[in-house]
């Protein structure tokens, strides 16, 4: 077993990733930031990195993979329903779409709301 790997009681990769997670846990928190997608407190358990708006399939993925300024911070519950996505409807945070778990806001509900109706049929 590896030194370092002994001290820190976990593979020192793993160890490097989890500091990097609580670092950044830890600027979200101090910058003011809530949950992107409900607005709710962050916790650190629970805390994930987002992009907010899809990069994949975009007209230049790479730009928008990596363009600061499309990164946001929520819940991991709140970014995994927002794959769960509808194409088609606006929502109030200027996206296309909207998700089923995350924002509460009108537009979103009456979306939900007609989309659940059309599934049913």
């Given at each position: 077993m590896d030194k370092k790997q002994k001290?820190?009681?976990?593979?020192?990769?793993?160890?490097?990733?989890?500091?990097?997670?609580?670092?950044?846990?830890?600027?979200?928190?101090?910058?003011?930031?809530?949950?992107?997608?409900?607005?709710?407190s962050l916790d650190?358990?629970?805390?994930?990195?987002?992009?907010?708006?899809?990069?994949?399939?975009?007209?230049?993925?790479v730009e928008k993979f990596f363009d600061i300024k499309n990164i946001a911070y929520s819940h991991l519950s709140c970014n995994a329903g927002a794959s769960r996505t509808v194409r088609g409807q606006v929502r109030r945070h200027g996206l296309k779409r909207y998700n089923t778990y995350g924002c509460r806001c009108e537009v979103c509900k009456d979306a939900k709301s007609k989309y659940n109706k059309l599934r049913v049929r």
């Amino acid at each position: 077993m590896d030194k370092k790997q002994k001290q820190l009681g976990m593979n020192p990769s793993t160890a490097q990733a989890r500091l990097l997670r609580d670092l950044l846990f830890d600027f979200a928190v101090k910058s003011g930031h809530k949950c992107f997608r409900c607005g709710e407190s962050l916790d650190r358990k629970t805390f994930s990195i987002e992009h907010i708006e899809n990069w994949l399939d975009s007209d230049n993925p790479v730009e928008k993979f990596f363009d600061i300024k499309n990164i946001a911070y929520s819940h991991l519950s709140c970014n995994a329903g927002a794959s769960r996505t509808v194409r088609g409807q606006v929502r109030r945070h200027g996206l296309k779409r909207y998700n089923t778990y995350g924002c509460r806001c009108e537009v979103c509900k009456d979306a939900k709301s007609k989309y659940n109706k059309l599934r049913v049929r």
